[in-house]
């Protein structure tokens, strides 16, 4: 391995483990523990690597403080869900990217999670739509086997025919992957809330609609939504064991 080469796996390293850091430091410690995991993951790589012992004594003294650090947060966050009060908070600012539903939601999402609840009143438009597609295909590609997706929306009186529409053909798809969709519509429903039956809860103060437009079909982050513009919102997480019951 070239020097060049092992210096690009501890920058990687480096950055990983200062982002898992800066999330702990902001309570956000379901995101810090994806990052604490990744980043020692990279640094073991590094060790392996490594022929110099007196280097490899300095990895192996960094790789035991941030095991011993990511030991600590599944504890307290355990101890915390077992209490029924863990309450973590992300907020989305104007203009900001890395935030695709694989991010916000993939801290939360286990082998147990096999039954998602979708409340939002504004499930109806095209892009809106295909914001609800992009979520189903995110839990589609999860390590977990979702096999029913609820979907409660309120009903497009403009264009009813486009969002029945689509919404039938979402659910055909759906079920060739072995997923029910269970769709109702309401005319009162008002807040936002994403439940999984594994425990979590996730309200979003603009639903799954927080992403801008973008400038063209052909402008980056038209395709992938880590590289789409947000707007302005705050992410409330929540963790119960009693998710089917609220």
Not at 117 to 135: M, S
Request: charged letters at 30%; aromatic letters at 10%; glycine letters at 6%.
């Amino acid at each position: 391995m070239t020097q060049n080469h092992l210096s690009g796996m501890e920058a990687s390293a480096v950055s990983v483990l200062k982002r898992a850091v800066e999330l702990d430091q902001s309570e956000r410690f379901q995101e810090s523990l994806i990052c604490y995991q990744e980043g020692i993951q990279l640094l073991m790589d590094v060790l392996k690597a490594v022929k110099d012992e007196s280097k490899r004594g300095h990895y192996r003294e960094k790789i035991k403080g941030y095991m011993d650090r990511a030991e600590q947060i599944k504890v307290h966050v355990n101890q915390m869900k077992e209490d029924g009060k863990y309450h973590e908070q992300i907020r989305i600012s104007e203009d900001a990217t890395s935030y695709s539903y694989e991010v916000l939601f993939k801290p939360y999402i286990s082998s147990a999670l096999t039954e998602v609840w979708v409340e939002d009143p504004y499930i109806r438009h095209t892009h809106q739509l295909y914001n609800f597609l992009r979520f189903c295909e995110m839990l589609l590609k999860a390590p977990c086997k979702v096999n029913k997706i609820h979907l409660l929306t309120s009903q497009d009186e403009a264009d009813s025919g486009q969002q029945s529409g689509a919404l039938a053909e979402l659910k055909e798809s759906l079920s060739a992957h072995g997923v029910t969709l269970d769709l109702q519509y309401s005319s009162t429903i008002h807040d936002r809330e994403i439940r999984f039956n594994n425990g979590w809860i996730i309200k979003i103060g603009r639903g799954l609609d927080y992403f801008k437009r973008p400038k063209g079909r052909f402008s980056v982050g038209y395709c992938d939504y880590d590289l789409r513009q947000c707007q302005e919102t705050t992410v409330d997480i929540f963790h119960t064991k009693h998710t089917k019951t609220l």
